[in-house]
């Protein structure tokens, strides 16, 4: 019997499989060899045994880049936001991780590196008073950063609990001016395929793509991470800049974002885009509605074995629950 703590990478499959394997299966069966054609070969010569194995090892064949240096970044802690239990270890949260763009694997660290993140820039497009760009750093002078312990839940039911540093999203948003009839917030990923392998996988949506309602977006939990653990972001957690929306299941929370843009039209999310049966918009957490591949009732922390209960908008409803009364035609959760 194995005693102790479980590194986050020994999370057992069942309990973790990933997002994508349903999705790969899908491409390959769906489109053939357009979609998945290296990988059905792999398949096809009984090399392995799996899509998303086989995408990996495809992704992880490059050479070993020295670990990015994250620089400190200390702010003071918003006490408001008490997490109710403990913080996942560093090592847990910044080595079991989901960043598609550079493998489906959770030990994507080491093909993150590859991520140039400075210089970087934002663009803000849309329906804002003037679209522009404007420089990490020149953004971040304009925000006052605090650190903020939020708990995260993926839909695979792993969850940890993590000290972010950032800015509320509603500053950035004030920042860009939206117009009146703005409805929708716009999110893209970076998409470079020098040094993003997941993008040779076309049956992918690419860019990573995420939206939240205005009201979602200017709730005061709504937050954007600049660092985590008092330091900048590793590659891998999304540096230089991501969204954390901890009531969301976590895919909503979209990494090293480069472009953000204001419509009136709702948008179709990466996974949306990919299995709309399997994630909607919304995507509120909720352990009385199952995902059609995962029971959300229980959740395994980072870092343990114990496998604890789900709550309702991950324990946010004080702060968010509101936002969705009225909402009664729409598919609020997963
Ligand atoms: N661009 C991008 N953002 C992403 C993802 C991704 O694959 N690509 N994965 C999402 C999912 S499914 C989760 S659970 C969280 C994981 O964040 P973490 O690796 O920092 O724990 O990032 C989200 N943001
Ligand atoms: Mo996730």
């Not at 999705?23 to 392995?48: D, E, K, T």
Request: proline residues 8%.
């Amino acid at each position: 019997m194995m005693i102790g703590k479980r590194r986050g990478w020994e999370i057992p499959e069942r309990e973790a499989t990933p997002e994508a394997l349903v999705m790969c299966r899908r491409a390959l069966i769906g489109r053939g060899p357009a979609g998945g054609g290296v990988v059905a070969a792999a398949l096809a010569r009984g090399a392995l045994s799996n899509p998303a194995q086989a995408q990996w090892r495809l992704f992880s064949g490059g050479p070993v880049l020295p670990a990015p240096v994250l620089k400190p970044l200390k702010a003071a802690r918003n006490d408001a936001y008490v997490p109710g239990r403990d913080i996942t270890e560093e090592a847990q949260a910044t080595s079991y991780n989901n960043y598609y763009e550079f493998g489906l694997s959770k030990a994507v660290a080491g093909a993150a590196r590859a991520l140039v993140s400075d210089p970087w820039s934002v663009e803000i497009a849309g329906m804002v008073a003037t679209p522009r760009k404007i420089g990490f750093e020149d953004l971040l002078g304009k925000m006052t950063l605090e650190e903020r312990v939020y708990r995260h839940r993926c839909v695979e039911t792993w969850a940890m609990t993590v000290p972010w540093v950032g800015f509320p999203l509603a500053k950035l948003v004030a920042f860009c001016e939206p117009q009146a009839g703005a409805k929708y917030v716009v999110f893209k990923t970076l998409a470079d395929p020098k040094t993003m392998p997941g993008l040779g996988q076309r049956f992918y949506p690419w860019p990573y793509t995420e939206g939240l309602t205005m009201e979602e977006a200017t709730n005061e939990l709504t937050f954007i991470s600049v660092g985590m653990y008092g330091k900048t972001l590793p590659p891998q957690n999304g540096a230089p800049l991501r969204l954390t929306v901890p009531w969301k299941y976590g895919f909503k929370s979209i990494k090293s974002i480069v472009k953000i843009e204001f419509t009136d039209k709702r948008p179709v999310s990466f996974w949306e885009g990919l299995q709309e049966s399997e994630y909607g918009f919304w995507a509120n957490v909720n352990p009385a509605v199952a995902h059609p591949r995962w029971s959300q009732a229980k959740e395994t922390l980072l870092g343990s074995d114990e496998r604890v209960p789900t709550k309702i908008w991950n324990g946010y409803g004080d702060q968010v629950a509101s936002l969705y009364t009225g909402l009664t035609k729409e598919r609020l959760f997963v």
